[in-house]
């Protein structure tokens, strides 16, 4: 008896925006840069300090090496390196700054309980120094990071979710502001179509409609999720 040939189970077809990598290369490349010049502060404030102090070597490289890994601590505890918040606003300096001054604050309390008066340079002078010089390499990072995107490269990729309209006035706006490094990768309309009933909207794929989008957002292929005017949903969704 002949056996029935069996269907091979055709692949599911990809759409070209879920082959992207769920976390994109620069923003690694931007958080290894930032975590090296952040800890180059502190190591170049450090040796900056066997010049200008009066401690030995040794005791600067004691305190120095127990400096960098509290600060290391503090500005993964003030999420200085989210890969979030590069590029955008005040939001990376301020982080930036809160670790370093939270390190400040434990350097200066272990000092204070345990009257270590070795402590004090590092209070004053090691550590806000090093604070200012990572801020100067994290403004030199921003520079480039803007005149790559400039450029359409380093861009965080983010979903619009809205009516057609509303996601065609995003399109606009980010493509407009190159700089502030967004582009909108993929959409999800109340119809699950673009304007007209095509798949597209300004050259950007329409993925599914709006109860698609949950599953879209958690699918860690977008970096943000920007919901715009929303007939269809209320004010509770």
Request: charged share 15%; glycine share 10%; net charge positive.
């Amino acid at each position: 008896a002949e056996v029935p040939a069996q269907r091979s189970p055709q692949a599911p077809v990809q759409e070209p925006w879920q082959h992207e990598p769920r976390r994109p290369r620069w923003q690694g490349c931007y958080q290894r840069a930032a975590i090296g010049l952040d800890l180059f502060a502190v190591v170049v404030s450090s040796a900056l300090y066997t010049q200008w102090g009066t401690a030995d070597n040794l005791i600067v490289l004691i305190i120095g090496s127990s400096v960098l890994v509290l600060t290391v601590c503090a500005l993964a505890v003030a999420r200085a390196w989210d890969p979030l918040v590069f590029g955008h606003g005040s939001a990376e300096f301020t982080r930036l700054l809160r670790g370093f001054l939270g390190a400040v604050v434990v350097v200066a309390l272990v000092s204070l309980g345990s009257e270590l008066p070795e402590g004090r340079p590092w209070v004053f002078g090691v550590l806000p120094i090093a604070g200012a010089f990572a801020a100067l390499g994290r403004f030199g990072l921003r520079r480039e990071l803007h005149r790559r995107r400039r450029a359409g490269q380093a861009m965080a990729r983010m979903l619009a979710v809205g009516t057609e309209e509303s996601v065609a006035a995003l399109i606009t706006q980010t493509r407009r502001a190159p700089y502030e490094g967004w582009t909108v990768a993929a959409a999800c309309t109340p119809t699950g179509s673009g304007t007209d009933g095509s798949g597209q909207i300004a050259g950007v794929p329409v993925v599914g409609d709006l109860d698609a989008a949950m599953s879209l957002a958690r699918s860690g292929r977008f970096d943000a999720v920007s919901v715009g005017q929303t007939p269809a949903w209320a004010p509770w969704r």
